[in-house]
């Protein structure tokens, strides 16, 4: 991969980058400026639009286009929700902006409402993250008091008021309408859809939902371009690929010996990623497998590795897609049933119970992985693993949000990349019963985390 200048980690290391003062240094604020001085909010979604970009939260929806689903001539209020959240396990690129460049987020956030006519804009920020809480008031404040926020910013007609809300503590408050339902007071239940949040979102107003990430692109887009920004990543290979342009932040964790959160540009292999970014594997060991974006999106094995990190990629090998592209390494000491154990056992505990499905289904499969890992497991368990991975998720329709399909992508990969295995284990720990074809009883999760 040729030399890359990070763009959107450009201020990380500087003394201070939390401040006004070094993000205006840096040329902060610029694009802010030239949309208020000479740019119409319909060229604003129509530069995001051409320059391709697409949300970094994990869907991957393209994001202009996103902002372009909002009611014409609406009268308003028009709300923008940014979701810090950011609950998925070993991700953690929007605590790196938002605690050590929280302009470049603001910066993002109001250019993103002064293109869809938002007044308000809420930042939901993970209850566990109280430096990033703490640094972004701090930049909020200091835009108010420069007549950044407020009533007639920057002398222009453009009123924005912005307001941290702290999250709920609970993976499912990343779902864009279980977001909306934590920041009404409510209990973080997904709601049904239609009405999309574009229609009926927060408080039953046309509402739009980014990422910190996604949002922090857009000042990169408006002061450089779009062929700068399509210059950068993979193009499209087709009308059901829109292509995956731009800088991304890509989390490095597990068994290397640099963890960290590292930018690049769309489309580095997991490879690369692990041996240039992330320093190799640690103690000299060798890579097993290794997660391509946060545990909901599956799991890679050592020959599936020089895939591309893009937003086509991982589904080529099985997996849902990129996600939050927070790669976990894990070497060749790790056990598959520790593996799907502990992931089955995160997914029963953060599922909200809305969906029977997705309650019984994470419910039933850390049961089940409970009794594989303590010795009473049977050949037959893999095939209803699949089985309940097959039958909850938003996909095959049983459950309103996506979360029983992250649940679900573990369960497949694992059993399906790995199940010799999983075999081998379950008859040397219950040589007496690995064939057993009847029913037997659940143990009970005595002493289990969370329980």
Not at 108 to 134: D, L, N, S
Not at 164 to 169: F, N
Not at 318 to 332: I, K, R, S
Request: aromatic share 8%; net charge neutral.
């Amino acid at each position: 991969m040729p030399d890359f200048e990070p763009v959107l980690l450009a201020n990380v290391n500087k003394p201070d980058s939390h401040t006004l003062s070094v993000y205006e240094a840096g040329g902060g604020y610029s694009a802010l400026r030239k949309v208020l001085k000479g740019m119409s909010p319909t060229e604003v979604i129509d530069q995001v639009k051409a320059a391709g970009l697409r949300g970094r939260g994990g869907a991957g929806f393209p994001t202009g286009v996103k902002w372009g689903f909002l009611p014409p001539n609406h009268p308003g209020p028009i709300y923008m929700c940014i979701n810090a959240d950011e609950s998925e396990p070993a991700t953690f690129n929007n605590r790196i902006l938002m605690e050590q460049d929280p302009h470049q987020v603001l910066e993002g956030t109001m250019i993103a409402c002064y293109a869809t006519k938002a007044t308000t804009a809420y930042i939901y920020v993970r209850y566990e993250y109280p430096t990033a809480y703490k640094r972004l008031q701090m930049a909020i404040d200091e835009c108010y008091a420069k007549n950044m926020l407020g009533n007639k910013i920057l002398g222009s007609d453009f009123n924005l008021n912005i307001y941290l809300h702290r999250g709920a503590a609970a993976y499912i408050c990343g779902e864009e309408t279980g977001l909306i339902e934590s920041l009404e007071g409510k209990r973080a239940w997904p709601r049904i859809k239609p009405p999309f949040p574009a229609v009926e979102g927060a408080f039953r107003k046309p509402t739009v939902v980014n990422n910190p990430e996604t949002v922090a692109n857009v000042p990169h887009i408006i002061n450089r371009g779009v062929d700068w920004y399509k210059s950068i990543g993979v193009p499209s290979t087709g009308p059901r690929d829109p292509g995956s342009y731009g800088p991304k932040l890509y989390c490095v964790s597990g068994h290397v010996n640099k963890p960290g959160c590292y930018e690049a540009p769309m489309g580095i292999t997991c490879r690369e990623l692990i041996e240039n970014q992330g320093g190799g594997v640690w103690k000299g060991r060798k890579v097993k497998m290794a997660v391509p974006g946060g545990i909901s999106m599956g799991l890679l094995t050592e020959k599936e590795l020089d895939i591309k990190l893009d937003f086509a990629g991982p589904g080529t090998v099985g997996c849902l897609g990129l996600g939050t592209a927070a790669v976990t390494v894990m070497d060749e000491t790790v056990s598959i049933v520790d593996y799907l154990h502990n992931c089955c056992r995160f997914f029963a505990h953060e599922s909200c119970g809305q969906c029977t499905p997705c309650r019984e289904g994470t419910s039933w499969s850390e049961r089940i992985m409970h009794r594989i890992k303590a010795g009473k497991g049977r050949f037959k368990d893999l095939d209803i693993l699949l089985n309940i991975s097959e039958s909850i998720g938003i996909m095959p329709g049983t459950t309103i949000c996506g979360l029983a399909d992250g649940a679900a992508w573990p369960m497949k990969n694992a059993v399906k990349k790995f199940r010799g295995e999983f075999e081998d284990y379950i008859r040397r720990t219950n040589p007496a019963g690995f064939m057993e074809e009847h029913a037997v009883e659940a143990l009970e999760l005595v002493g289990i985390a969370g329980h």
